[in-house]
């Protein structure tokens, strides 16, 4: 079945040190999200790729990178993780870039900071 | 800043009764999605209705738009206990050039066999 594929589905780390999240897709889908979920709230995007181009939030902090080497993978790099950083991480896809297709989501991967 | 607004927070229910959760926006939209998400797991969509749409069903999901309002419900029927999860309803702003979608803050439902 087409899908998203996140992994690890759990990644532990130390304060500060560089982590790197997967994902992957088999819907060859243009547009690549990634949104952070913190407990008990709402999504909210960080970025996307629309193929090769990215998008950052204005508001996305700047220890938050992403790489897209080629349509089937994304990364997530979050270079010094802080406390706050804590969360949920999903991975999405979708067809166009205009929202009118929905978004297919991977399962996340849990974030925690030791 | 959130988009949504959900109401309400959360819903305990009985198998077999109906769960209505409602949402609320503050600017024009393109469309207005609804997304289940079940505990420790990803967003899976359900339905999509488009600002010139009133009402849209699929299986036991049913959703209304009222732009004059701003605000949509999602109503389903004859709930299951597989229905526990929490439900986002999510906007694409209208005139912009991408679609970011901004999530409300959610409502929890419990439906108990």
């Known amino acids: 079945d087409a899908m998203v594929i996140q992994n690890p589905r759990y990644q532990v780390t130390q304060f500060g040190k560089p982590v790197t999240l997967s994902c992957s897709q088999t819907?060859?889908?243009?547009?690549m999200y990634w949104y952070q979920q913190k407990s008990s709230q709402a999504p909210k995007l960080l970025f996307h790729?629309?193929?090769?181009?990215?998008?950052n939030e204005a508001d996305t902090p700047d220890n938050f990178q992403s790489r897209r080497p080629n349509t089937s993978f994304c990364f997530l790099d979050i270079r010094s993780p802080g406390l706050g950083d804590a969360a949920m991480y999903l991975c999405?896809?979708?067809?166009?870039?205009?929202?009118?297709?929905?978004?297919?989501f991977g399962d996340g991967t849990r974030l925690s900071i030791l | 800043s959130q988009q949504g607004e959900e109401d309400p927070q959360a819903l305990s229910i009985q198998e077999g009764e109906n769960a209505t959760m409602n949402c609320s926006y503050k600017?024009?939209?393109?469309?207005l999605q609804w997304y289940r998400q079940n505990s420790g797991r990803g967003l899976v969509h359900l339905i999509l209705?488009?600002?010139?749409?009133r009402e849209k069903h699929s299986g036991r999901l049913r959703v209304t738009l009222d732009t004059s309002k701003k605000s949509s419900s999602l109503l389903i029927t004859a709930s299951r206990a597989a229905d526990t999860a929490s439900y986002f309803c999510?906007?694409?702003?209208?005139?912009?050039?991408?679609?970011?979608?901004?999530f409300g803050q959610g409502t929890i439902l419990t439906v108990h066999p």
């Open positions: 999405a896809t979708s067809r166009e870039g205009q929202g009118n297709q929905p978004q297919h």
């Open positions: 819907l060859n889908h243009n547009v």
């Open positions: 790729y629309y193929d090769k181009d990215f998008n």
């Open positions: 600017t024009s939209i393109n469309n």
């Open positions: 209705i488009r600002s010139n749409e």
């Open positions: 999510a906007t694409v702003a209208g005139g912009t050039s991408y679609g970011k979608l901004t």
